[in-house]
């Protein structure tokens, strides 16, 4: 769970910078020369960089959550007792502190 939310907090910041980059690139739209042209490519290709990532992190997570589904529904049992004994291992370590 804990790498669930961390991938998905990843994935909601690549957003908010793909997001920003974009803003900020419309406001450096009205700059001339030959430096603000090469931010301007540079921040493009920042963008289209951080866009890629984000989806192939998408897709890793989705890929993910299917494998751990399939092996869950192929062996219930099997994942019921573990995730009881992690639970029985969690709970004495968290009792001893």
């Given at each position: ?77 099997q994942s019921l007792g573990v995730a009881l004994a992690l639970g029985v291992i969690l709970g004495v370590v968290v009792a001893r502190k």
């Amino acid at each position: 769970m804990s790498s669930r939310f961390n991938t998905d907090t990843l994935v909601s910041d690549l957003k908010s910078v793909v997001r920003d980059s974009e803003q900020l690139l419309q406001a450096v739209a009205g700059a001339t020369g030959e430096k603000a042209d090469e931010l301007r490519e540079k921040l493009a290709e920042t963008i289209e960089s951080a866009r890629e990532t984000c989806r192939n992190l998408e897709g890793k997570t989705k890929d993910t959550l299917k494998a751990a589904d399939t092996v869950v529904r192929d062996h219930p049992y099997q994942s019921l007792g573990v995730a009881l004994a992690l639970g029985v291992i969690l709970g004495v370590v968290v009792a001893r502190k």
